[in-house]
């Protein structure tokens, strides 16, 4: 009875585990069996399958009792070699199909190590399943919990109290999920053709060349160390150990990089020399040509992607990564374990990894010791004076002392390798410089912490990896951690792209008084900023794109004088919100990226607030479902055509009488100027007529100071000549004025276009700068006709997903004279473009 109970009690997971033990042991006694094939079968691959014999998952036999028993009672109880059949069919064993029982068992062995790396995955699983039985069981308490109280007419005061301990438990459930659904740090030809390296990953790497001898007294290393020496200046060789950091095959995206190394003062010129030679350059300037030397030396490779004209990504040699390891911790530049892993110590160099570590596997040993200890302590039933004894002994065998509960916490987050370094390390928070989260899924920092980090130039909290990576989801608990920001006056560069669970950001942020870049994309939580942005006078970059939640951008950001780039830019129907023409107020700023959220956004109107700009090379204009307007009735010949808010129709409407007093009044102005002007002819040509002095009235008119009539007739041609060109310029040279800021603009984006009219400015007379034009989505059916029958300058157009713009090739080369490359996707009206598979066309090279 008891055992028909168990087996109603035994897990799916058990049963798949003893299905595979069952079929382990089949296979067992023939794997045995199994001698090395001949040379000719051409496997290499005897040295990586010994490999699955890992010390950490232990061999196969000695994870599975069951499957030893039976290698005994089928090998003669493991007295002497086990028998083999092969000689009866010969000395090779061959049979008629020429394929010998050798091979069968050799490849028999190999499949037997297929089936162990399934029950060794299994049993991984199995034991993740009972890990969380548990923490499950305590979510379900909470939750039942908060059912019940929220059932009460009268909501009890506990409740905001549950719902804190939910989400903490919630958190604790999270970490313990796997980053893979298979088993690692296993190899075998199953799992090899599936392991792929990711950002994060840790299968599917080469084995650890940091510190081995062999490999540092080898040709390839005096190679690259070469390469390394002769890089001209500290700068270069100190942007390029940050490549050191980042596990093997990593993608590292340009932007990234281009952050760091402002926040590290790294693409700053250095001396006199370099100042004056770098004066007139910008920081992508710099960092475009530091990128350029590495590539040309063969230290990093660039990521193309068949969409990119110019490169964007870069990855490292995995050889390359190891010399740059050992060069790094020579050079102090971050510390590193025995495997070439970087470290949180700072004692040396003062910058720090945030590194993700597994319950179990990834926590230092001697923390793992100490809380085992607690957890003893916590179980034993002694005596209090033999528990004491007990415990000093203990410690000072493993020489640990008491941990407060701050410590605890700071070695849970950071992992330092021993004690030491956590005592040190909560002491000298001061001298810390950066601070770079590598892999921690869960990076909140208590603020008394953040608050001691006085001299931080770089905190990089949030996403590095490139988006075509394995995801990696960052959550902190609270935003409490925030307000330690106030103190940290040195700070250069702060992001916390992609964490979740950021509402809003607190005001403390106003005193980074240094603050250059402030990267906020991706937050999807983030619903407010704080009116006191615009105290950030020193900011350069900030980005706010896909914040979807994001209410509005306050005023205060008209404020930040030296911003440069603003990616993110809602418009919103609210008066907190900062406008376009606020915005046209910052002098500096080169690009735009706007998110439109209301219907009552006219992108003709825009035009007002655009020509402001000053230097605004490129905009990005996106219309998001919240700025889609209502099904619009047709005008101008059935051509759809931009809706004018109500704010503009009303202003039009009330200051119509006034637009016609003026023009009215031009009108009068011109007419008067005229009239002048014929006036002034009539008297030279009546002057001339009646002109009856002599030539030695003249002179005496000369020699008494007077004027001559040829003299008063130049005169008066002069006035003429101004008239006439006061009366036919029309106002051209305020008319490009106006202009100056569209103008500016070498390249336009926009995305989801609601209309199939294009704006009223999109025009070659009016952009006469634009060289890369990109439409993707959106209503838009045609491109204007310029008035005054000019040509695009365009060299990059893409057209994506537009199904009602019509144009054939033919007409696209007229109008585009000067087009090299062309992207049409699902486009479909647009015809006769030779592209090819991708809708890709290239110009040539000359």
Known sequence: MSTDQDKTTVSPIQQIIDRISHLCNLTAEYASKADTPPQTTGDTNSAADDQTENPQDGSASASRGSSGEANKQDGDDGKGPPKTESGKKGKDGSSDGGFSKTDALHELGKLYKELDYMYRSFEKLDKFQKDLSDPLKTLEANVNDIVADLKKEDLPKQVQHNLRVLRNNIIRVKILLPSQHQ??????????????????????????????????????????????????????????????????????????????????????????????????????????????????????????????????????????????????????????????????????????????????????????????????????????????????????????????????????????????????????????????????????????????????????????????????????????????????????????????????????????????????????????????????????????????????????????????????????????????????????????????????????????????????GKLRIVWGSRGMPKENPTQNGGKEQPLKSKKHQASSATKEPENKNQASSATEKKNKARDDLIRVVKKVIQENKANSKTTNEEDIEKQNGGVSDQDQRSDVLNKVSMLWKAVTSGGEGKKRRELKGLENLVKLDLQCFPYSAPPEWLVPSKMLNLNNLSIRGGKLSYLEQDPEDKKWKVDTLRLKFLVGFKMNWKEMQVRFPRLKYLENVRSPRITLCPCDENGIWQAPST
């Open 183 to 616: 088993a690692t740090g296993l190899s075998s030809e199953g799992n090899r053709g599936l392991q792929a390296t990711v950002a994060t990953g840790v299968t599917g790497d080469l084995p650890h060349l940091f510190g081995e001898k062999l490999f540092e007294e080898s040709y390839y290393f005096e190679e690259i160390k070469e390469k390394y020496e002769s890089l001209k200046d500290d700068r270069l060789k100190l942007c390029l150990l940050c490549f050191a950091i980042f596990p093997e095959n990593a993608v590292i995206k340009k932007r990234f990089l281009r952050f760091w190394w402002v926040g590290e003062k790294l693409v700053e010129p250095q001396g006199q020399e370099e100042e004056e030679e770098d004066k007139n350059k910008d920081e992508n300037c710099i960092v475009n040509e530091t990128l350029k030397t590495y590539e040309e030396k063969g230290l990093i490779q660039p990521v193309l992607k068949k969409n990119r004209l110019e490169t964007r990504s870069y990855k490292i040699d995995p050889i390359v990564r190891s010399c740059l390891i050992k060069f790094a911790k020579e050079a102090r530049f971050f510390d590193y374990d025995t495997e070439g892993k970087p470290t949180m110590d700072f004692s040396t160099c003062y910058k720090a990894c945030m590194v993700r570590s597994d319950a179990e596997k990834g926590r230092a040993p001697w923390f793992s010791k100490y809380l085992k200890g607690n957890d003893k302590d916590k179980k034993s039933e002694k005596p209090k004076e033999q528990q004491q004894g007990q415990g000093k002994t203990e410690k000072q065998q493993h020489g640990q002392g008491k941990l407060t509960a701050d410590l605890v916490k700071l070695q849970m987050l950071f992992n330092f390798p021993n004690q030491k370094t956590l005592e040190t390390a909560s002491q000298e928070f001061d001298k810390l410089q950066t601070l770079f989260n590598l892999s921690k899924q869960f990076p909140g920092l208590p603020k008394e912490w953040l608050s001691k980090m006085s001299n931080l130039k770089v905190l990089y909290m949030g996403k590095w990896e490139s988006t075509a990576g394995q995801p990696r989801h960052i959550e902190v608990e609270d935003i409490d951690f925030l307000k330690g920001l106030k103190k940290l006056k040195n700070l250069r560069l702060l992001s916390l792209q992609g964490v979740s669970g950021i509402p809003s950001i607190p005001g403390t942020l106003g005193k980074l008084e240094n603050l250059k870049i402030l990267d906020l994309r991706a937050c999807h939580n983030l619903e407010r900023l704080p009116d006191k942005m615009g105290s950030l006078k020193a900011l350069t970059y900030l980005d706010l794109s896909e914040c979807y939640l994001l209410e509005y951008v306050p005023r205060k950001l008209s404020e930040l004088k030296e911003l440069q780039v603003l990616k993110g830019f809602v418009i919103v129907d609210t008066k907190k919100s900062c406008t376009l023409d606020d915005l046209s107020k910052l002098e500096k700023l080169r690009k735009l990226s706007i998110n439109v959220n209301t219907t009552k956004f006219d992108i003709n109107a825009a035009k007002d607030s655009l020509v402001k700009f000053k230097k605004l």
